[in-house]
């Protein structure tokens, strides 16, 4: 138990001689540290938060205005009109004996300062109005308004470098749609979903609700607006996420893939360690703010990047929590069912890359077997919620387990050493890719702690994989640190001939600290019970990914369409030619623009779309096909566009719903449009930081994206991105218990309708520019 004397500082015994205290100079030093990195953080944190407080401007320019107006009187004018001596009439004389000169230096320092203040004020009032302005999203491409022009004053106040939350005050709020239109594009988009007699009949609900209930729920509504920064966000994590009492696994979380062909390293423990360390990096410049704000045109909200790290969702027996901390300095790590504590900061210093991969070969080493009932505790986190919240209140609520589950819950994020090899595998690679896939997804429901904020994976041959939790943050957050980590892992730390971790081991490195549990036979019984439900949801995914490289975006924007609204009409096509009908459809689009952003559902399934695809099924001529895609594709732009600027359908009904529920109001309406299933479900994972990656030289390192779970029992969920210029990757997932649904089969119907779409758009293209001869060359894994 050498660890547990080093957690202690000092140790006394009573003898008759007296009291014999032994100090502990090396946890009274590590004490110390700690302390010292604390107040480090602390003070960057007043600093940046001075520095965030006063944007557009900086703190420097405080000292330009006060010499600025110091200058102006030394001139014999007086800038303030007057205010200067008003302000040295009142100033309180007899405590601080202050001569004439001075007073009049130091009236003109308070007046400097609230000119100061009152320029900030302005600039952010003008900053806020620019970044509301939304209209430029609309404009034709190379057609921009007067108005736009103007509005691309916004640079200007953006001259210097900002912080990550610079522009978090000056985000406008998201506006309450007006209950009449969002009714009117509900209608609109339930259209080619319904007979006329269905359809007839959800009018005359709408109707109703418009005229009476409605008003009353949107008064409510406009009132939170007012009092809150975002109308949706909390109720959105609380209901749709927090509240939740279905296992979390395969319905909530999901994951993000490796690099595709390449594996940087086939060693498990340098992989770890490079990573690792690579993770820290980016919460050391998360900490600093030094990461660069996300942006389109205009800034992103950066709100949800508050939790990456340090963050676990709790569970509870009516609803979960997130519980995040200030700071951790070590990884709970997972091996063969004994879990671990490695910390990642010794003396107050980062460890290196190879010190990381040497505590973690440790740990891969260590011969201890797991406690009894340790191996697959895991189980309880993959399970339903209201199981796990009466065992962690039963088990887990004091003694040992307490403080052994702290120690995971409170970890910087959670790491597997998985005992098998996954990424793509030369005798069957498509078959591999799926296994790869659900082994992100789910594993074995006992090896991940899907409480924690992300999981990060490494398997047995190098390669690595994340898994992320859903409540805290949508997945282009954590998409974000994944790209900074892949690419920080090989093009900046790398690896040396032998493949391990750069740089030499301090070997006075304490052991990383195997965690010690007390499971009762009762406890064991639950966690069995859990594992069983969670195998039987993982058993029943039906799990394919589809790497499609005859042709990718560069030869879709020749053809002058959005990529993504391609990609829809495709799932469009291929969902009608499996089905024969067309189904309720939900594309995640983002709303960050406002502060504290999450998400907005398109609904992709469109009277246009539908047109389009009956008519291409029905033998239309191709021109009149081609005209009717152009038209839904400029359709689905369209409502893109409003999703993002906050004129969408989903998320103000589920906020009128919400308040119905609190008022204990019950609307038929309401209640049957949030009970409609949605059997198709898309979203697109975009490459956020493509200046991190050299796609033109080594087109082989950039992640192969992620997926995640079905959202219907009978449906599909599809998650797509575009991989440079040539390569899209489908995600696909479905259940095995569904007998009209078949993830294989489906992809089989995507890869049919991208082709046939290029070949519509494309009616001319030779062969030759789509196979293999225009892609850029890959390595393939040895």
């Known amino acids: ?229 975002n109308y949706v966000s909390d109720w959105w994590e609380e209901y749709v996420y927090l509240r939740g009492r279905s296992p979390i696994m395969v319905n909530s979380n999901y994951y993000g893939m490796d690099f595709l062909y390449v594996t940087p390293t086939p060693i498990q423990a340098a992989r770890a360690g490079n990573s690792i360390h690579a993770f820290f990096l980016y919460r050391r410049k998360l900490n600093k703010e030094e990461i660069k704000p996300v942006s389109t045109v205009i800034p992103l909200c950066a709100a949800q990047c508050e939790r990456i790290f340090n963050t676990t969702r709790i569970p509870g027996e009516e609803t979960d929590t997130v519980q995040h901390w200030k700071d951790s300095d070590y990884v709970a790590v997972y091996h063969k069912g004994r879990y671990f504590r490695l910390k990642v900061y010794q003396a107050g210093r980062l460890l290196s890359p190879r010190e990381i991969e040497f505590q973690i070969q440790r740990i891969l080493d260590d011969p201890a077997p797991p406690s009894k009932g340790e191996a697959k505790l895991g189980a309880l986190t993959a399970a339903d919620r209201v199981s796990w919240a009466e065992a962690r209140v039963k088990y887990f609520s004091s003694g040992i387990n307490k403080r052994s589950l702290d120690v995971i819950e409170r970890a910087a994020f959670f790491v597997t050493l998985d005992d098998e090899e996954q990424g793509t595998m030369r005798d069957d690679q498509p078959a591999s890719l799926d296994n790869y896939a659900k082994s992100l997804l789910h594993g074995k429901c006992y090896d991940r702690w899907f409480d924690k904020s992300f999981s990060v994976i490494y398997y047995k041959n190098g390669k690595s994989g994340i898994n992320g939790e859903h409540s805290w943050a949508d997945a282009p957050v954590v998409a974000h640190v994944w790209e900074y980590v892949l690419a920080t892992d090989s093009f900046q730390l790398g690896y040396n001939e032998e493949g391990h971790c750069k740089g030499e081991v301090d070997a006075s490195l304490p052991q990383p600290q195997k965690l010690n549990w007390e499971i009762s036979p009762e406890c064991e019984e639950q966690i069995s019970r859990s594992l069983a439900v969670a195998q039987a949801l993982a058993d029943d995914v039906d799990f394919h990914v589809l790497s499609f490289r005859d042709f990718g975006k560069g030869q879709i924007k020749k053809c002058k369409v959005s990529p993504d609204a391609f990609i829809q009409m495709t799932l469009q096509l291929a969902y009608y030619r499996e089905r024969g009908t067309f189904c309720l459809t939900y594309e995640a689009s983002m709303t960050r623009l406002f502060r504290e952003g999450r998400t907005e559902t398109v609904r992709s399934c469109t009277n246009e779309s539908s047109a389009f695809v009956r008519a291409l099924e029905n033998g239309e001529p191709a021109d009149v096909c081609r005209r009717l895609f152009r038209g839904a594709s400029e359709k689905h732009q369209q409502l893109y566009r409003m999703a993002m600027t906050g004129a969408g359908i989903d998320r103000h009904l589920f906020c009128l719903y919400v308040v119905s529920k609190y008022l204990g109001l019950e609307s038929p309406f309401l209640k049957e449009v949030l009970a409609e299933p949605w059997r198709l479900s898309t979203s697109q994972t975009s490459i956020q930081q493509v200046e991190l990656f050299d796609l033109a030289n080594h087109p082989e390192y950039i992640s192969c994206g992620g997926g995640f779970g079905p959202v219907a029992d009978d449906g599909y969920g599809v998650s797509y991105n575009f991989i440079g210029e040539n390569v899209i990757n489908f995600h696909i997932s479905c259940k095995h218990s569904c007998p009209s649904t078949d993830a294989h089969k489906f992809g089989d119907q995507i890869r049919k309708a991208v082709n046939d779409l290029l070949q519509l758009l494309s009616p001319n293209q030779k062969e030759s520019n789509k196979t293999e001869e225009s892609q850029p060359k890959v390595k393939k894994e040895q």
């Open 1 to 229: 138990m050498a660890e547990a004397h080093q957690a202690v500082a000092f140790q006394f015994t009573v003898t008759p001689e007296g009291i014999d205290l032994r100090l502990s100079h090396q946890a009274l030093s590590e004490i110390y540290l700690s302390g010292v990195r604390s107040w480090k953080k602390r003070i960057i944190r007043i600093k940046n938060s001075v520095i965030t407080g006063v944007y557009p401007a900086s703190p420097s320019s405080w000292l330009f205005v006060v010499i600025a107006i110091l200058a102006t009187m030394y001139t014999r004018s007086d800038p303030s009109m007057g205010i200067i001596a008003k302000i040295q009439e009142h100033l309180p004389v007899r405590p601080f004996k202050l001569i004439s000169q001075c007073q009049a230096v130091v009236s003109a320092v308070l007046f400097s300062t609230m000119l100061w203040l009152l320029l900030i004020f302005t600039m952010r009032l003008c900053l806020k109005q620019l970044l509301s302005y939304h209209r430029w999203m609309f404009e034709q491409h190379g057609k921009m308004s007067t108005t736009t022009k103007i509005w691309a004053l916004v640079r200007i106040f953006s001259g210097r470098k900002p912080l990550l939350y610079s522009y978090q005050g000056s985000l406008p709020n998201l506006p309450v749609p007006a209950i009449k239109d969002t009714v009117k594009r509900y209608l609109e988009s339930v259209r080619p979903l319904m007979n006329d007699g269905e359809y007839e009949r959800m009018t005359k609900l709408a109707t109703e609700f418009e005229s009476s209930l409605g008003n009353r729920l949107q008064w409510y509504l406009k009132l939170k607006a007012l009092w809150a920064s």
